[in-house]
């Protein structure tokens, strides 16, 4: 199995159910390029002290520290570690992401935070959705990649400025630790808890 894939069974992974805020659910086909600048890949980062990446994960440098004195700050708190599930996103993962919440009749303008963003893409499926799944992940690549160039980013993990944590095996106390300790440190946190893959999407940039 390859990084790409690794990559992509994850990002599905800790995607909900119902999508979320900032967050779409979004995930590419081809591989990761875990080394290109400003991102540290999976493989330097699998395991980190105070919390760890899975598989496959991009945590981006220019966050790096902030998450990782989050983290150290959790650690002291509650005696766990973070788990990582996602973070720095590529345009093809998105759209990948975004077609399968469209596909199952999702409303992604309501689910993002960013309206304008979401409904260029839900409009570029309804236009191209007729010609099959594959013209429409092109239609919607393209789109998202036109995005991200203009610097309207439909998800801050585009931006490299999020990343997703696990709160699966965190007690309710613990949850309210994380929550508490990261809107102490201006990291904004969008609660995913109650979805089919239960996690916490932390905004680092807004």
């Known amino acids: ?14 995607e909900p159910a119902g999508a979320g805020v900032q967050l779409a659910s979004s995930d590419a086909a081809g591989p990761v390029d ?14 980190s002290g105070d919390y760890s990446a899975a598989p496959g994960v991009e945590v981006p440098l220019a966050i790096e520290a902030r998450l990782a004195e ?20 590529r345009p093809e993962v998105q759209a990948e992401l975004m077609l399968r919440n469209l596909e ?6 309501r689910n993002y ?20 799944r594959t013209a429409a992940l092109a239609a919607l690549t393209t789109v998202i990649r036109a995005q991200v ?9 585009l931006r490299e ?5 696990r709160c699966t095996g965190l007690d309710k106390r613990e949850r309210a630790t994380l929550k508490r300790l990261a809107k102490a440190r201006g990291i904004a946190v969008v609660d995913e808890s109650r979805t089919s893959t239960p996690h916490y999407h932390l905004n680092f940039v807004r």
């Open 34 to 47: 875990a080394d290109r600048a400003g991102v540290r890949g999976a493989e330097e980062m699998a395991v």
């Open 1 to 14: 199995m390859g990084a790409g894939t690794i990559a992509l069974l994850w990002a599905l992974a800790s």
């Open 70 to 89: 989050l983290a150290a700050a959790f650690r002291r708190a509650t005696g766990k570690p973070l788990v990582i599930t996602d973070g720095t996103r």
């Open 161 to 165: 400025g999020a990343v997703d944590v």
């Open 104 to 109: 199952r009749g999702d409303d992604v303008v």
């Open 149 to 157: 160039a203009a610097g309207d980013y439909v998800s801050k993990h």
């Open 113 to 132: 935070a960013n309206k304008s963003a979401a409904r260029a893409v839900a409009d570029a499926y309804a236009q191209a959705r007729a010609g099959g």
